[in-house]
């Protein structure tokens, strides 16, 4: 009872990512409110999944094993968590802010009436205050997110309606395992007590999911490109800084608009958020959407013909000049001084 | 057969073209410094529900949204584009909702618009950045739904087809009717306004636009009705005050604070070739690169 439950996002028989954040997350906040870890995976073929979470510091796995449960459809997913959460009573529950946590967060919160907050960026515990009533409340979940386009930060709290719902974007958060040898308890769920049949009347009849073949998030080092960089013709000077380098390169919305790099390289409030060791920004102005993505990195060397470019504010070096020099200078004195 | 279709549709600050003047001294958003604008995914949704109409006889598109008394102009813009009317729902006791008392709002609406077949959302507004209310207004219905919409492909009389845009892939959904759809914005934009119709429903208008503008039109809001933008307040739904505005709402805001950055200390470089390998030096030996 009054524990925090992670939702586990499952492909493939393979938990997700930002599944595996939020548990790390999970663990500290349940060690801190002195509460266990709890996790559900609902989907088909489910024996690995206690070897994968169980690392991470899970007391108990909720496994709802049955053939209808995968692909993710709404409401089976939905009616799981509800009636689950009826019994169990969380004080909190976190989903990932994925195409999978979006749908399925806000359908739980609105059955059970709990708050749930979108996209948050950081997770703390605290205190609250309502002074209109004269009430405090002791350690409640401070749920900390961006809103209106990535320029104000919230802090959003939840007082009197439990679980204190949240989803977190993959990569926001950090993924740590506690210790290969912890081993929780497992409790298998009779699928038909918690889904009723009719819930399952929405079909998947096609399904085309490609496994990301990027791997920005992880990469230490990033050589991050934006409108700047000027064509696509430069943006190559950014693939030689990065293979010479070893990291990978990313970019800004602006440079992905101008068809400069993919999509799926884009880093920011609408793209990847990522905290490498090193950040090079070349030609990257450094909007607040932008930021949002990488002001977290250990270190940033901003390349810029601006000396006034916002980004140098966040900077550990800034280097006034323009792309096509810097860059191939870089090149340069890399391997020449590099064994 | 009459097939009703309702899109949801919020006004929103601009907050892609946010100025200097857009926040206030002490941290909160100055509304008024900031253009109101349709929300760009619930035009696309809009497009998706006039294709729909298009291909089923007898269907209608109506929209449906809660704001202040300016968010009328949601109603007039969706008609030049194609849509038949629409309901402004308005009132003090809805202020403060969180997207729990908004949901709760805009289904006690959509219970009293009658039988509907589809509603049809975008997937998420640019100023509360949730994409929850699609679902939770779902939810509240009791109707099923299908998010991140990209297109919908096909409806008969029952059931609908979806293709959904997913982060990594695409997905086609079945699902039977009633449904809520939301839609994403890589969905084809709205078409434009048609001109005709901007003919039509240019004094389209709420009692409450009417009687502040103190024009005497009385006669040609009599002549067509359809000038006539229905504005309800609480008191025109079937509802439980305690489920409204701040009551309603499980979430507080406890704090916010206007993004600001604080400078740290940073060196700066410049081009000189002495002064470039001093820095890949510099890294190699902190062992940041190498
Ligand atoms: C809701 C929303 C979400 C968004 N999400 C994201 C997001 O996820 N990620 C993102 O990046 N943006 C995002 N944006 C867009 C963001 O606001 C900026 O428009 C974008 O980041 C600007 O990209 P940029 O810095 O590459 O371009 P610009 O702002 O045009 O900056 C180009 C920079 O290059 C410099 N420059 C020009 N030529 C050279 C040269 N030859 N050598 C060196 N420097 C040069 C210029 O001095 C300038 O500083 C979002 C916007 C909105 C409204
Ligand atoms: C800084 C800040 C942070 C917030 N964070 C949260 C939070 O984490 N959790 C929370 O519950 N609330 C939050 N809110 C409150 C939330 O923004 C409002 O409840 C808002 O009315 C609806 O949410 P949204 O803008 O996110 O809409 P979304 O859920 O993103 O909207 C999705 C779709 O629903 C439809 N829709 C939404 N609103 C209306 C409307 N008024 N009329 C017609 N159709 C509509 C539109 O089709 C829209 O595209 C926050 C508000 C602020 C100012």
């Known amino acids: ?339 | 057969m009459s097939f009703k279709i309702v899109v949801l549709a919020k006004q929103v600050p601009d907050t892609r073209n946010v100025g200097k003047d857009a926040m206030k001294a002490d941290g909160t958003v100055n509304r008024a410094a900031l253009a109101a604008i349709y929300n760009p995914e619930d035009l696309n949704a809009l497009e998706q529900a006039i294709r729909l109409k298009s291909k089923i006889a007898g269907a209608t598109v109506h929209v449906l949204t809660m704001g202040p008394a300016r968010a009328a102009e949601i109603i007039r813009e969706s008609m030049y584009r194609g849509a038949d009317g629409g309901v402004l729902l308005s009132g003090r006791e809805f202020a403060g909702s969180d997207t729990l008392a908004t949901s709760y709002a805009l289904a006690c609406a959509l219970r009293k618009m009658g039988k509907i077949d589809v509603i049809v959302c975008g997937r998420q507004a640019i100023d509360g950045d949730t994409a929850q209310v699609g679902p939770q207004v779902a939810e509240k219905l009791g109707f099923p739904q299908i998010t991140y919409a990209e297109e919908i492909i096909d409806c008969t009389a029952k059931k609908i087809t979806v293709k959904r845009r997913l982060e990594r892939g695409v997905e086609i959904v079945k699902g039977s009717l009633p449904m809520v759809i939301t839609v994403n914005s890589s969905a084809p934009d709205c078409r434009p306004r048609h001109a005709k119709l901007t003919m039509k429903y240019k004094r389209a208008a709420t009692l409450s636009e009417k009687q502040d503008a103190g024009d005497d039109y009385t006669n040609i809001y009599n002549v067509y009705p359809y000038l006539n933008i229905p504005e309800w307040g609480v008191a025109d739904i079937e509802h439980d005050i305690q489920w409204l505005g701040l009551s309603g709402s499980p979430t507080k805001v406890k704090q916010i604070e206007n993004v600001v950055f604080t400078a740290k200390e940073s060196k700066r470089i410049t081009a000189s070739d002495q002064e470039m390998e001093d820095l890949m030096k510099e890294l190699i030996t902190n062992h940041t690169i190498g």
């Open chain 1, 1 to 339: 009872m009054n524990n925090l439950f992670v939702y586990l996002e499952i492909e493939d028989g393979i938990v997700s990512d930002v599944s595996l954040e939020l548990l790390t997350k999970g663990r500290t906040l349940a060690d801190q409110l002195k509460c266990q870890l709890e996790a559900v995976a609902a989907g088909y073929q489910l024996d690995k999944i206690g070897e994968c979470v169980f690392p991470y510091g899970v007391d108990t796995l909720y496994i709802a094993d049955d053939k209808r449960l995968a692909p993710y459809t709404t409401l089976p997913h939905t009616s799981l968590l509800v009636n689950l959460f009826k019994e169990e009573k969380p004080q909190i529950a976190f989903m990932g802010a994925t195409s999978i946590g979006r749908d399925l967060g806000p359908r739980v919160s609105s059955a059970l009436f709990s708050g749930l907050t979108a996209d948050c960026t950081s997770l703390e515990i605290g205190d609250y205050e309502d002074k209109k009533q004269g009430k405090v409340y002791k350690n409640l979940l401070y749920q900390i997110r961006p809103a209106f386009g990535g320029n104000i930060v919230a802090t959003i709290v939840n007082p009197d309606c439990r679980p204190q719902m949240a989803t977190v974007r993959e990569g926001v958060m950090k993924k740590e395992i506690r210790s290969p040898k912890l081993v929780g308890k497992t409790v298998k769920l009779d699928v038909s007590k918690y889904i009723p049949d009719t819930d399952f009347v929405v079909e998947v009849i096609e399904r085309h999911i490609e496994k990301s073949k990027l791997n920005i998030k992880n990469s230490s080092i990033i050589v991050a490109g934006g409108y700047g960089v000027g064509s696509a013709e430069n943006f190559k000077l950014l693939f030689e800084l990065a293979n010479t380098l070893g990291a990978e390169v990313g970019a800004s919305r602006a440079a992905v608009d101008a068809g400069f790099a993919d999509h799926e390289r884009q880093i920011g409030q609408t793209g990847t958020t990522v905290r490498p060791k090193l950040y090079i920004a070349c030609g990257i102005s450094g909007q607040i959407q932008h930021i949002a993505g990488m002001q977290e990195s250990a270190m940033i060397i901003s390349i810029n013909n601006d000396p006034k470019a916002p980004i140098n504010a966040i900077a550990d070096y800034i280097i006034t000049g323009s792309i096509e020099e810097v860059v191939p200078k870089m090149i340069k004195y890399y391997k020449k001084n590099s064994k």
